[in-house]
């Protein structure tokens, strides 16, 4: 049962634009939403988070929104990078130490 | 440097061999997990460990075996791989619980082919 859903496996954006990365989640019950990113032959490294009181947090080009009552959140980096061409994974908590994860979206910026 | 290692990196092994891949880290962490990443599955958890000799099954812990002896170990156990456990294994491991929204820190990957 997949409660958190990225449905685009890829995005292209030219550098300097802005990257915009989407996820659906159906649990309204969700309190809290991280974004990782996965870089080739790398582990996921934590990216930003988001308490589900809180519609939007920002760190540095990193912007998490949150939708509640869409069950929608998204990531925006702006200005993009070639450097953050990477997958990127949102995950929910799930039990006591587990994670729903999205199937993760591949972004590839093109300098 | 806070990390989390695996070994190894990459595998190639015949079905029904015992094998073991390991983790390790150095943040004296009191929870890890096991994770593979399947194509159009993102990451599912295997199994976890929330401290020495406490460990729970995860998600999709048939033909896995975890150990946690000791605070920075916990290795993987496969004792009688399948082609079906072909994938990408990550180790990880946090402060606290992945359930309260902790930071879980990542190990590089285990790439595991069964023939």
């Known amino acids: 049962d997949q409660q958190v859903k990225q449905n685009s496996p890829s995005l292209s954006v030219q550098e300097g634009r802005i990257s915009i990365l989407n996820c659906d989640y159906t649990?309204?019950?969700?309190?809290?939403f991280l974004w990782y990113k996965k870089y080739p032959a790398e582990g996921p490294t934590f990216l930003i988070s988001i308490s589900s009181i809180k519609d939007k947090n920002e760190d540095g080009r990193f912007t998490v929104f949150l939708n509640k009552s869409a069950k929608h959140l998204s990531l925006h980096i702006v200005p993009s990078q070639p450097g953050d061409s990477a997958v990127y994974f949102c995950a929910a908590p799930r039990g006591a130490n587990n994670l729903f994860f999205g199937t993760g979206t591949r972004l590839t910026v093109i300098p | 440097e806070a990390q989390v290692t695996q070994n190894p990196r990459y595998l190639i092994t015949v079905t029904g061999k015992k094998l073991t891949v390991t983790c390790s880290q150095n943040m004296n962490h009191e929870y890890m997990s096991w994770y593979r990443q399947d194509p159009g599955l993102g990451l599912r958890q295997i199994y976890y460990?929330?401290?020495?000799?406490?460990?729970d099954k995860g998600d999709v812990p048939e033909g896995y075996k975890v150990s946690r002896k000791e605070k920075r170990n916990f290795p993987l156990i496969l004792e009688s791989p399948s082609p079906n456990q072909t994938s990408l294994y990550f180790c990880?491991?946090?402060?606290?619980?992945?359930?309260?929204?902790?930071?879980?820190?990542f190990g590089p990957g285990t790439r595991l082919l069964v023939l």
């Open positions: 649990n309204s019950m969700f309190d809290y």
């Open positions: 990880a491991s946090s402060l606290g619980l992945a359930g309260d929204g902790e930071t879980q820190y």
């Open positions: 460990s929330m401290n020495v000799e406490v460990t």
